[in-house]
């Protein structure tokens, strides 16, 4: 597979060290993410260049908008939790895996207005095991452990426009899976294998067309897949650990990306000097408004 030359730009001098989680707000035309070691969530109103930024108590790995104006549903490392932009404060929901060596990790909301997330194992030494698993948080505040198999990162989790499917990976497998979508996630299927060992499968979102546009960590791209698992585009990014794709703007057909500088040595840094920024570009497609979380804060 070979990339289509770089169109991408600089959307923002983020300099994170792991950008993630970027979603697009209608309601204020904003872009929001997470740098998920500096333990910082973001938002920037493209429109304007101004950029706001909020200090979490510890690393927010994913998080959702709310139907409840002003609210966040965060995902932070160790607990569930809904925040109040406007005066920061913190209610916390649930523990997640309270004695286990992970942490969470990626999320989106489902079509119903659930929140879906996955967490990672985090070894003290050692290679990472699965010890993950993907939870739902629903609209009554319930959480729900979805009979998925136990993954080391779980990444890529995202929702064809009318919900039945669920995509989901775990990185280190190299490979997006795909399940039948309702009260559970059942009949996983392999959907596509990434086609560089080089590379892991980052974080997703889906368009209006249905396709399923994925970050690949370490491989400097998005590859765009139809609903049937083949390639229909591949857009380079001018950095080598792109993380997470979402389509935003005014008529939804302008691609943001965030990326990450974790892991590279300083030579790699000094060569990717783009590492960490939020990047954009305008596509043909449009995407699908990001859906909310049904639930009240609480």
């Known amino acids: 597979m070979t990339a289509a030359p770089a169109t991408m730009d600089i959307a923002f001098h983020a300099g994170n060290e792991l950008g993630e989680g970027v979603l697009w707000c209608e309601r204020e035309q904003a872009l ?6 500096r333990a910082t969530l973001y938002r920037l109103h493209p429109d304007s260049g101004h950029c706001q930024h909020w200090s ?3 690393r927010l790995a994913s998080f959702a908008l ?4 002003g609210w966040l549903l965060l995902a932070l490392a160790s607990r569930l939790a809904f925040f109040h932009l406007a005066d920061g404060t ?13 942490r969470c ?5 489902d079509r119903q207005g ?3 997330f996955g967490t990672m194992h985090e070894p003290g030494t050692g290679a990472r095991q699965r010890l993950g698993h993907f939870w739902r948080l629903n609209a009554d505040l319930s959480l729900q452990c979805l009979a998925l198999p136990p993954v080391a990162i779980s990444n890529s989790i995202a929702f064809s426009p009318l919900g039945d499917t669920m995509y989901y990976c775990d990185s280190l497998a190299g490979r997006i899976q795909r399940c039948d979508y309702g009260d559970d996630a059942t009949g996983t299927q392999v959907f596509a294998e990434l086609d560089d060992p080089a590379g892991e499968p980052d974080g997703s979102c889906v368009d209006a067309e249905g396709s399923l546009w994925n970050a690949q960590w370490g491989l400097s791209r998005l590859v765009r897949y139809a609903p049937d698992g083949s390639v229909q585009q591949v857009l380079a990014v001018p950095t080598r ?13 302008t691609l943001y990306v965030t990326s990450a500088r974790a892991g590279l040595a300083i030579e790699e840094t000094t060569a990717d000097s783009p590492a960490g920024a939020l990047f954009q570009c305008r596509v043909a497609i449009r995407g699908l408004p990001e859906p909310r979380f049904a639930g009240p804060p609480g």
Do not use: K
């Open 32 to 37: 929001y993410w997470t740098d998920i070691p």
């Open 56 to 58: 979490m108590p510890e």
């Open 66 to 69: 709310c139907e409840a104006e």
């Open 90 to 102: 913190l209610h916390t929901l649930h523990d997640v895996e309270p004695g286990l060596p992970t």
């Open 105 to 109: 990790n990626d999320g989106a909301c």
């Open 114 to 116: 659930r929140f879906v």
């Open 241 to 253: 650990q792109p993380t997470r794709p979402v389509l935003g703007g005014p008529r939804l057909d």
